[in-house]
């Protein structure tokens, strides 16, 4: 039986066997770097059921590959969104984003239900200014201005953090897989300043970057970026059941991310799936594949970003047992023959 409980920011979803959308898997493009065929790719970037899609225009919180235009050659940048407080109206919000050089005003963080120090808040800034400046050097992202950096990447890297948020000076680790640009993996460790951030990705001209951008922002000590694929990094030894947070943005359809999360957690870490639209069909696909993976769904958050850029889910799984050593297998194996 599935309840709901309503808060005042999102949500809760408390389920201990429940599941998602077999239709994900084709409509997800993989980070593993294995195109879809043509006719599967058509399918995967412009249903109208697409959970990243609202129907009239592409969603700006969602990634360019999930968007209804054509990706750009080379550009397999992976934002997501995450979502506006349930029942609120953007609109009564009021929030107010400033000029480039100034953070967003005391509404902005109010919804968020975090204040950034002097410290952490200048470290937002500089990192949408060094975003602006690799730009023009690699394809990072194209949310960068105005309220797509503040609301599509800062705000939606941080709603499902919440809880960990109100005890922001503990020590964790935690690992951002496919992190693109640096989302949330940046955002967050700007947020937790006494956690240690591993951040995966496969593009080297990528991982350069973050690790460059990391440094210039002095988080290069709490920062470990690693060019690789995560079916490998969760096969080492100095990584796998080490995390105590593991997140993932847009990075495939939940069965996949699941394969590659549930490696890393130890046994009391949690995964986190950052989701747009979700359902109880693609609830069941999941719980299937988390069973598996010896874990369990535990909490489903809902809630909406500001200014009505979209619906957004997190989901958090919780190991129940010692994940198999042959997950996650092989390289593009999870892409190609998801968890059933």
Known sequence: MVQLQETNAHIVRRNNDVEPDLQERRRTRITTGIPLPPAQRATALYPDEDPYYDGEKPDEGCPDQLSHQ???AGNDSREVGGGRSANIDSKERGILLMSKATLPDANFWQELGWQPTKEQGQQLIDLQDRLREWNTKVNLTRLVEDNDFWINQIFDSLWPLQEELKTADRPRQCIDVGTGGGFPGLAAAIALPNSQFT???SVGRKTAAVQSIAEELGLGQRITVRTERIEETGQLKQCRAKFDLAMARAVAAAPIVAEYLAPLIHSTGQALLYRG??????????????HILKTKITTIQKTELPDARGVRHVLRLSPVGTCPKAYPRAVGIPSKVPLP
């Open 70 to 72: 054509p990706p750009v």
């Open 199 to 201: 951040l995966v990705d």
């Open 277 to 290: 639209h979700w359902n109880d069909e693609q609830q069941r696909d999941l719980s299937r594949a988390a």
